[in-house]
């Protein structure tokens, strides 16, 4: 079992920026494809960004140019660095892993934006 956990999370104003984290209970970002995903009530939760197997990053077209994931492996965490915040961008925010035979989730981390 894997564990993911989320920080980072919190209250800040349209154009400011946040940086989530995070942390697994083991080695795993080096070995799962990693993501961030986001989800308001009522609606389904959404891809932020994404790792492929090519090495490549998938982002949400809503967060393209202000967003970006990154990964520390030999601290086994992953990021989020979210610039120029909008009030749009209010949401839980998930941490994602998944391998070819699983998938985990973290608990989330609540991002507000708002003036």
């Known amino acids: 079992q894997v564990q993911l956990v989320e920080s980072g999370g919190g209250l800040v104003q349209p154009g400011g920026s946040l940086r989530l984290s995070c942390a697994a209970s083991r080695s795993i970002v080096s070995s799962y494809t990693m993501g961030w995903y986001r989800q308001v009530p009522g609606k389904p939760r959404e891809l932020v960004a994404r790792?492929?197997?090519?090495?490549?990053?998938n982002y949400a077209d809503s967060v393209k140019g202000r967003f970006t994931i990154s990964r520390d492996n030999a601290k086994n965490t992953v990021h989020l660095q979210m610039d120029s915040l909008k009030p749009e961008d209010t949401a839980v925010y998930y941490c994602n892993a998944q391998s070819t035979i699983a998938i985990f989730w973290g608990q989330g981390t609540q991002v507000t934006v708002s003036s």
């Open positions: 790792f492929t197997r090519g090495g490549m990053v």
